[in-house]
């Protein structure tokens, strides 16, 4: 009687997987040349300004050190912010993809773009 009943149970089982799609995540890689030693934060967040994912406290930007995130299947936009830097936040985006972005430069010059390179 075991056996009768676990068989229904396995095939429903194997419906319900092939009728829910499973979520995918994009993928965020950021490469570094910041400065040894300078303090970033690096995270994305939705189109009305929504955390995703990233970094939720600054920390060091190591030079030729790739981040990466994953974030929920919906627009998002990358943000890089260099604290105590004279320069404002730097926003990128809106990307609906997996994505290649560096940031580089030093505490006062830094700069934050799409890679040209894959990643």
């Not at 995918?24 to 970033?40: D, F, N, Q, R």
């Not at 970094?55 to 930007?61: F, G, P």
Request: glycine residues 4%; hydrophobic residues 30%.
């Amino acid at each position: 009687m075991k056996c009768l009943i676990s068989f229904p149970f396995f095939i429903i089982i194997c419906i319900i997987m092939n009728i829910v799609s499973v979520t995918e995540a994009y993928k965020v890689v950021i490469h570094s040349y910041m400065k040894y030693g300078t303090l970033c934060r690096l995270w994305t967040e939705d189109e009305y300004g929504n955390y995703l994912s990233g970094d939720k406290s600054d920390r060091t930007c190591h030079e030729d050190d790739d981040y990466t995130y994953y974030t929920p299947p919906t627009t998002f936009y990358v943000i890089a912010h260099v604290p105590f830097s004279l320069e404002e936040d730097k926003k990128r985006g809106p990307y609906h993809n997996d994505i290649c972005l560096t940031i580089q430069g030093t505490l006062n010059d830094w700069d934050f773009y799409e890679a040209s390179t894959p990643c």
